[in-house]
T-cell receptor, first 115, second 113 residues
Framework: DAGVIQSPRHEVTEMGQEVTLRCKPI?????LFWYRQTMMRGLELLIY????????DSGMPEDRFSAKMPNASFSTLKIQPSEPRDSAVYFC?????????????FGPGTRLTVL | TQLLEQSPQFLSIQEGENLTVYCNSS?????LQWYRQEPGEGPVLLVT?????EVKKLKRLTFQFGDARKDSSLHITAAQPGDTGLYLC?????????????FGSGTRLSIRP
């Protein structure tokens, strides 16, 4: 299996521009998670889906952030408009079962820089 | 509010030495996980502990879950340069949904040859 695939790996954009991050979870997994990692705040859960349905989006910073999962093999995280404070590494992870102690498999991340 | 506190934040030791990393909370966790993250990559799960007092070993790594399920430790024996990385503990508080996992702030470990 190819693992969780994220694209792009690096994104540099200017403040005010729209940014779309993409994720392909591991085939057969039914849960998908979006995280953001910064030196100041560490790894933060933004939103997670179960069976393509958003379960908890309380970690999404504000209305500028939105996430979709139109099918079991694809998800997007969109930032519009982007701001310099959004600069971070964004990870997507997937797991097989929604429950305690489930293994989450992380993608390689997208390093976002907003100038 | 950071529910999972890790210490130390940074640790640099010589190859062959032993070390212990701690993960503490005032909350009770259903389970705790330890991940290792290398530069440019996502975290990779090392172990999950689910029972209070549980001890798990992974080669030179020993993981322990506190009796009250509020803390955990990771002990590395005879550290090697390949152990270098960011170590993260993570868990779902009993008071929240099972998959709303919270990550600790991490311990950045550097092993000098």
């Amino acid at each position: 299996d190819a693992g969780v695939i994220q694209s792009p790996r690096h994104e540099v954009t200017e403040m005010g521009q729209e940014v779309t991050l993409r994720c392909k979870p591991i085939s057969g997994h039914n849960s998908l998670f979006w995280y953001r990692q910064t030196m100041m705040r560490g790894l933060e859960l933004l939103i997670y889906f179960n069976n393509n349905v958003p379960i908890d989006d309380s970690g999404m910073p504000e209305d500028r952030f939105s996430a979709k999962m139109p099918n079991a093999s694809f998800s997007t995280l969109k930032i519009q408009p982007s701001e310099p404070r959004d600069s971070a590494v964004y990870f997507c992870a997937s797991s097989l079962i929604l429950g305690e102690g489930d293994t989450q498999y992380f993608g390689p991340g997208t390093r976002l820089t907003v100038l | 509010t950071q529910l999972l506190e890790q210490s130390p934040q940074f640790l640099s030791i010589q190859e062959g030495e032993n070390l212990t990393v701690y993960c503490n909370s005032s909350s009770v966790f259903s389970s705790l996980q330890w991940y290792r993250q290398e530069p440019g990559e996502g975290p990779v799960l090392l172990v999950t502990v689910v029972t209070g007092g549980e001890v798990k070993k992974l080669k030179r790594l020993t993981f322990q879950f506190g009796d009250a399920r509020k803390d955990s430790s990771l002990h590395i024996t005879a550290a090697q340069p390949g152990d270098t990385g960011l170590y993260l503990c993570a868990g779902a508080p009993e008071s929240s949904s099972a998959s709303k996992i919270i990550f600790g702030s991490g311990t950045r470990l550097s092993i000098r040859p």
